[in-house]
C-alpha cells in the first residue's frame, strides 16, 4: 500500500477515541470472558480460532468506520490505499526476513526453558490449509493495519509526536500478544512489533 496522507493536527473527537480504543485494546477482546464462552459456543477447535480469527477484522472494521464515517477522513490518512507492486514486494521481502528472525528468536527462547514452542506449533500444523492461510492474512493485513497505520497515524495527529505515537502503538501490539507469548517470551513480541514500527515510520507504507 502506498505511503500515508499527512493530515492537520485535529481535536480528539469523540470517534477519534473511539477508533483509537478499537485499534489499541480491541484486538484483547479475544482473551476476555465472554469472548471465552463464544469460542465455547463455536464447539470445535477450528471453529473457535476461526471466531478468533474474525473478531479481528470486525475490529478492524469499527476502527475504520470510526475514521471514514465519524471523523469523515480518507483511508489514505492510515495508509489504506491502492497497493503498488514495489511496495507488494518490499513488504514480502520484509515479511520473510523478520519472521524468520522471530523463528529464530522462539527457537533461543525454547531452547532456553521460556517458550513452549512445540504445543502452539503442533496445534496449527494440526489445522486445516484455510484456516493457516487465514491466520497468515489476518496477522498480515489487520495487526499492521490496526497497529501501525491506523494507531500511528490517528496517535500523530492527536499527540503531535510520532515517536511517542510509536511508542503506544507497539505497547498495545506486545500487550495483545502476551496471552500467546507469555511474559518470559516477550521480546519475540517486542522485536518483530519494533521492527515492523520503524519500518512503518521509515517508508509510512503498510
Not at 507492486?85 to 529464530?104: K, P
Request: proline letters at 5%; aromatic letters at 12%; glycine letters at 10%.
Amino acid at each position: 500500500m502506498t505511503q500515508a496522507t499527512d493530515m492537520p493536527p485535529r481535536g480528539a473527537s469523540p470517534w477519534t477515541i473511539a477508533g483509537l480504543a478499537c485499534a489499541l485494546f480491541g484486538p484483547l477482546l479475544m482473551t476476555t470472558a465472554p469472548m471465552q464462552k463464544l469460542y465455547v459456543l463455536a464447539g470445535s477447535g477450528l471453529a473457535s480460532v476461526a471466531v478468533a480469527q474474525s473478531t479481528l477484522w470486525f475490529v478492524l472494521a469499527a476502527a475504520l468506520a470510526c475514521h471514514v464515517f465519524g471523523d469523515r477522513l480518507p483511508l489514505a490518512a492510515v495508509g489504506l490505499v491502492k497497493p503498488r507492486i514495489g511496495s507488494i514486494l518490499f513488504g514480502l521481502a520484509i515479511g520473510v526476513s523478520v519472521y524468520v528472525g522471530l523463528y529464530a528468536i522462539a527457537f533461543v527462547l525454547w531452547k532456553n526453558g521460556l517458550f513452549d514452542a512445540k504445543a502452539p506449533a503442533g496445534q496449527i500444523l494440526q489445522w486445516p490449509l484455510w484456516l493457516r492461510l487465514l491466520m497468515l492474512i489476518t496477522a498480515g493485513v489487520v495487526e499492521e493495519a490496526l497497529f501501525r497505520g491506523f494507531a500511528i497515524e490517528r496517535l500523530t495527529a492527536l499527540t503531535g509526536r510520532r515517536w511517542l505515537a510509536a511508542l503506544i502503538a507497539l505497547a498495545a501490539f506486545v500487550v495483545a500478544h502476551l496471552p500467546f507469548w507469555g511474559l518470559g517470551a516477550v521480546a519475540t513480541p517486542i522485536v518483530g512489533g519494533g521492527f515492523f514500527t520503524l519500518v512503518y515510520l521509515w517508508r509510512r507504507d503498510l
